[in-house]
C-alpha cells in the first residue's frame, strides 16, 4: 500500500503506493485450491429411557426414545441405519430403517415405534457425507404392566363337613368341628389371554393380605353363612412399577374382585345356632346372579317382611321356638327388564319343535300369561310389551320364584304339579337356612335381565349385522312420498328390533305398507314424538333367502312432508324405548343399521349448499345438487358486485362439489351465486380471511 514501501532496499519508497503512472496492460487473477477433511464420526448423544409400560392385552408398547446427533458438517446429509436386537442377545433381528422410525431434524432426533415386551437395543449406524460412520447401542425395555379383569362368582356353595377330631383349620385359636376347603379357580375366571401368562388364581379374607401362594381358603362353622371373600389374578411378569400387596415394589401385576361364598350346613354338623333363632335365605336366577330388593314376607304368629340385599341373601332374626312360618318372595314393576325380540324368537322357535327352552324355568319364564302352558298369546303379549302396547303383563308379575329345593317330577313340563313359590317352616326349633329361591324373570328365556346394581348390562352388536338401505330423497312442503326400506341381510339373521326416530315437525307419518314385516311387528304408540318401534323375526326355522338382484321390502313407511328437507337429515335409528339389535345365525347381538343411497335424487329445483369451511383462508368447497343433468355457472362476487371468479360447465343428476383457491379471490365479504339454466339462482355470502 502507498507509503509502506522502506528506502532499505533501493533508497527510495512508494508514497503514491503500487501502482505506477505507466500505461496498464491488464489485471491479474490469481486461485489457490483449499481441501478440507472430515475425519471424524458423527457423535450420538442419548439416555436410555425408563421402561415403558404395556397399557392393555396388546403385548406391545409405544417407545419413544430422543437421541442427538454432533456433526461438523453437512448436517442435513446424514444416513441413517437403524437395526432391532430382540432381547438383546447380540442377534440383529430386524432393518428397521425403511420403516419411517426416525424423525426430527439436526440435531434432535426421535425414534418411535410399537415394540414387544422384553429388554432390547436398537443397533444406530450415522454416516456422514464423507464417509465416517458413527455407531451406538441404544437399550431399551418394554415391561408388561397389565393384567386382565378377573369375574367373580358370586353365590358359590360349600358345604361344611364334620371333622373326625376338632383342629383349628384356620389359625384363629378357636378348634374347628367341621370345614370347607374352597379353591380361588373355583371363585373367578379371567378368559383372557396374558402376555405374561400363565394367570395364577389366590383367595383371602378381606382385609387380609393378599399372597399369590394362598390358592386356597379354609373355612369353618364361624364363617356361616356367607362369606365375602377377595379373589386376586396374578400373571408372571416382573413390573418394577407395581405396588405389591405387602407394599413391597416390584413383582407381577395383579387385580381381584370380590364374591360372596354360600356356607351351607345341610347336615348340621356344627353344633351352635345363633343365639336367636333365625330364618335366612337367599335369592338367585338359574344362572347363580343374585336379586335385588325382592320383597320377602313372612307369614307366621308376627307377620313381618323385608328385602333382599344386593348379594340376593335376607334373613329374619327373633323367630319363636315350635312357630310355623311361610316365607313368599314378590317382585314386580320392573317388566321390561331383560327382555329383547331374541326372548320371542326363542319362544317361537320352542314352540315350532325347536326345543330351545330346555329348563323348568325357562319353560315358566315364557308362560308370560300365566296359562300354564305356551301358546302364540305369550308370543303377542310380549311384543306388545316390547313394542309399547301394553306396559305390564295383565296375568303376570314381573317375577317369579321356585323352592330351589324343588325338584320338578316332568322337566319339560313344570305346571305337571303345582311347583311351591314359598317356603313353610313347621314347629321351628333350630336356625333355617337355606331358604332358597330360584328367581324367574317373566318373559326372558335367555337371562339377560339385570338382577342387581352390580351387574354390567351387555354390550350392544356391533356395527355390521342388518343394515337397510334407504334411496335418500329430497322431501318439499305439502307432498306424499313412500319410503321403502330393503335389505339383503334377513338370509343372514334371525330377527331384529330397533327404534325409528323421526323429526315429527318435519315429517307426518300417514301410512305403514307392510311387506315382510307386518302389522304386529309395529309399535304406534309414540308416532306424536317422532318414534316408530320395530319387532321383527322369522315365523319359521329357516331364513328367508332373498334373491341378492331383487332386495325385498320388508316394509315402507308413507310420510307427508311439512317442510323441505332431506331424507337422511330426518329420520335415523335410535335406542329411545327399545335398543336396536339383530341376531345372527348363533343367536348373537349384532348390529343394526340404515344407510342412504345418495345416487339417485327426487327433488324438485336444484340445492345449494353453505361452503365450508367459512371463514376460510386457502381454500373452500361450494357444495350443489341437481334433480336432473343441466348447465351451472358459479359466480363469485365482492361487496361491489364485480365478479372475481366464474365457472360454468354441463353437470350430471346429483351432488357435486366445486373448490376455490383463496389465491384466486380477494379477502373480505364475498357473495357466490348458482345460476341453473334460465329458471334458478341462488345466493349465499362467504367469507375470506388473511
Known sequence: MAGTKGDNCDNTTNPA??????VSTGSWQYSQQIKIFDNTAPIVDFTEPDPTCTVELACDAEVIYPFTVTEGCLTDQLQFTLELDAGADGTIDADLSDQGLISGTYPDYTISGSF?????????????????????????????????????????????????TPVDVNNDGILDEAAVEVFAAELASCNVEDCSAPLRFSVNRVGEVASVDQTTLMLTCEDRYRITVEVYVWDNAFNPYAVQPDGSIGGPNYKYCTAEVIIRDPNEVCNDCEEDLLLEGSIMTEAANSVEDVSIILEGPVPTNTATETNGSFE????????????RPFKDGDDRNGITTLDVLL???????????????KLIAADVNQSGTLTTLDLLQLRALLLGDIESFPQNTSWRFVDRAYEFPQANNPWSDNFPESITTEDLTSCQFDLD???????????????????????????????FELKDQFF??????????????????????????????????????YGVAQEENFGLTQLENGLLLTSWNHNSLEPIQADPDNKPIVFSLVFKAKTNGKLKDLINVSDRSLAPEAYDLEQEKVGVEIGFNTGIYATTEPVLYQNFPNPFRQETRITFELPEAASVKLAVQDVTGKVVKSISGKYDQGEHTLVLDGDEIPTGVLYYTLEVGNDFAKTKKMIRIE
Not at 503506493?17 to 505507466?22: D, E, F, P, V
Not at 457425507?129 to 358359590?156: I, T, W
Not at 329374619?316 to 310355623?324: H, S
Not at 324367574?440 to 355390521?464: P, Y
Open 17 to 22: 503506493g503500487y501502482w505506477r503512472a505507466l
Open 316 to 327: 329374619f332374626i327373633g323367630m319363636e321356638e315350635n312357630a310355623r312360618y311361610t316365607i
Open 476 to 513: 318439499k312442503a305439502g307432498k306424499t312420498y313412500t319410503v321403502d326400506f330393503k335389505t339383503n341381510d334377513l338370509a343372514d339373521i334371525l330377527g331384529y328390533q330397533f327404534a325409528l326416530t323421526f323429526d315429527p315437525s318435519a315429517l307426518l307419518l300417514q301410512d305403514i305398507q
Open 347 to 361: 319362544i317361537q322357535n320352542h314352540l315350532l319343535g325347536g326345543n330351545t327352552l330346555d329348563t323348568p324355568y
Open 116 to 164: 414387544p415386551v422384553g429388554n432390547h437395543r436398537f443397533e444406530l449406524s450415522i454416516e456422514d457425507a464423507c464417509g465416517n460412520l458413527g455407531k451406538v447401542s441404544m437399550p431399551f425395555s418394554v415391561v408388561d404392566c397389565y393384567v386382565p379383569e378377573p369375574n367373580c362368582f358370586d353365590g358359590f356353595e360349600a358345604v361344611l363337613t364334620a371333622l373326625t
Open 437 to 467: 329361591f330360584v328367581a324367574i324373570k317373566v318373559g326372558d328365556v335367555n337371562g339377560t335381565a339385570k338382577a342387581n346394581q352390580l351387574m354390567s348390562l351387555e354390550e350392544r352388536g356391533a356395527a355390521e349385522g342388518l343394515g
